[in-house]
């Protein structure tokens, strides 16, 4: 009744959702349509869990994070027999190791950005490593903090699987989750019990834009007009150019201001993790800034509680958002005695980001 | 980093999750709070089914409409022994019949109201037959569109679990889903393989105001603008008196309107369904209400396809919406040449609405 009521079953919100999954393609480097879900990334973690493996069968889960670990457990809690690669936290696998543990699995399960470490896993070397051995299983990739931040080529490296999310690299409210599918997904899908999460049902009915169930209609709206405004200007290149750079301004201000690099041999460019120095305690030093300028850096969990900083340089952050996070960086570190030239992680951001 | 965004894993954001779980209880007439889930309500359902059964449990499922069929299919895919109780579209089963087919069953899945079909189910009625008859089962109600319509006393009425969802009684965009469950519920959880959609792990974290996942944060955040005003003024039995004038102002309309209600012997405080006139295409109808007025009526589905309209006033509609989508109606049939007194639906609506 109301005009600014949108409802979900319209030819014109048809149109809206079929929008949404063309210009997210070319970020997922897939000629197939992503499919969107109404849930938290994790939610499309278990969508391919349960839609691309059944009870009993052999997996691949590479753990160097947190998000390593949800893989692991999302596998165990559907019954899969797990094989895991474990890489130390901020340390990525390599192609050969990956390759020589997925022989004879069904799928092979991976994050593109481990978030909690601030490491990018080299997603092209592993699949293009994995294919050339002839593994003919299906591949699942994490790109939840990846997609914007890093091209994600999925035809092109041989992905038959990416979950990613409205609310890191897309700036849209977290509630959406997108799926990627390879053109060969649909003779890879296990028939294994599931229904909010089938994703054949969601392939039927997205192709004319109708989800199965409600959609976040709100949510949506907001990913045509994000995403819109990266096709805008340089297009989707710009962003991951834009994306490059600050994430190279937010390295250059770490060492800057005396800090050693967490994932230094594979940084991300969805975020920087710096390393705490020793004597001074991570939670407190967060907390602090929090205090005093109302600024959120995120710490570690687990293994890496108090002993890193992690600074989010992804989405619709720009280059003064960076160099404000990185004064209240500054200011914290500081106040807490470590030593280093105040305003030098500033400068050096900011020369790159001229 | 920008003062506008807010991040969910604050002190402030845990203390808003809670107050919409302390805000929504009352409408679950529930001690306990209910959980919220980042989904549609067909994710609660699937919540519901997956953890309160395991695979080859025997269940009672009434079907009277689209929304039954969900319970059924929700069922069927996660492998359920299933009794269903059928019932004619637009009735509702009688207390007896449940419980009769009841015995013997881990656990009972109907609706509240039955969004499609217009029909509110004797909710009351069936839990004090089920559990004066000793069923010790679990009682499960899809109250998606009924909260807010219809009181729901789960304490009292000996409910396990009643799922609900944001966007009907709400008024809230779609995405966020609503369980709430008894005091013994914990003795009841099944054993079967579930992750994203595990209530015990939301029951822990929630607690606390954590989420398992990533909450989707501008929807909660909306819902606590929304639970305020609704329990401000006259509170929660406002709520309830607004949607019983507004449903019986609608059915008013039907009759001056020379149409018969659809669900005439239980109808919903949430939606009036109205049988389509002998002749006149339904389909057609809402076509034509859309063009010349922009208003949208929903339609039947299924076997009522073109047989029934339905007019919602559940949530955030008020007395002049209601009004208009009446006035909508009758210059719809009026032109597909329905004979009654235009204007006599809008003004037997408006001497109960004044």
């Known amino acids: 009744m109301q005009d600014l009521d949108v409802y979900h079953r319209t030819e014109s919100f048809y149109e809206d959702f079929l929008e949404c999954r063309q210009l997210l393609a070319p970020f997922f480097g897939a000629q197939r349509l992503p499919l969107l879900l109404t849930a938290s990334g994790s939610g499309a973690m278990e969508a391919a869990v349960t839609n691309f493996t059944n009870r009993d069968d052999s997996v691949l889960v590479v753990v160097g994070g947190k998000f390593g670990e949800r893989w692991l457990k999302l596998c165990q ?37 481990e978030t909690s470490t601030g490491a990018f896993f080299p997603v092209e070397g592993i699949c293009r490593s994995l294919r ?31 979950v990613s999310g409205s609310q890191k690299g ?62 805008q200007g340089g297009g989707i290149q710009a962003v991951f150019d834009h994306h490059l750079r600050l994430a190279t301004a937010a390295r250059a201000s770490c ?26 305690d991570g939670s407190q030093l967060l907390k602090s800034i929090l205090q005093n300028d109302d ?21 619709f952050i720009d280059r003064l958002d960076l160099v404000s996070g990185i004064a209240a960086l500054e200011f914290g570190l500081q106040a807490k005695g470590h030593k280093f030239e105040l305003g030098a992680g500033v400068a050096a951001a900011m020369a790159i980001l001229k």
């Open 170 to 231: 897309f700036g849209v409210p977290p509630g959406l989750a997108f799926v990627g599918l390879s053109e060969r997904a649909d003779s890879l899908f296990s028939t294994r019990e599931r229904f909010y999460f089938d994703l054949r049902l969601e392939l039927k009915g997205q192709a004319g834009g109708r989800s199965a169930f409600t959609p976040a209609i709100s949510l949506i709206l907001g990913l045509k007009t994000a995403l819109h405004a990266m096709h």
């Open 255 to 280: 060492y800057a201001m005396n800090l050693k690099l967490f994932a230094e041999h594979c940084p991300s460019n969805a975020l920087t993790a710096m390393t705490v120095p020793a004597g001074i």
């Open 295 to 315: 600024a959120i850096l995120a710490g570690g969990q687990d293994e890496l509680k108090g002993k890193i900083v992690r600074l989010a340089h992804l989405g």
């Open 132 to 162: 050339s051995s002839g593994y003919n299983g299906t591949i699942v990739v994490d790109a939840i903090s990846a997609l914007c931040a890093h091209p994600i080529a999925m035809d092109n490296w041989g992905i038959d699987c990416v």
């Open 77 to 113: 809690a559907f019954g899969c027999k797990i094989k895991v690669l474990n890489v130390a936290w901020g340390n990525a696998p390599t192609p050969d190791e990956v390759t020589k543990q997925a022989e004879g699995t069904r799928a092979v399960f991976f994050q593109a950005n």
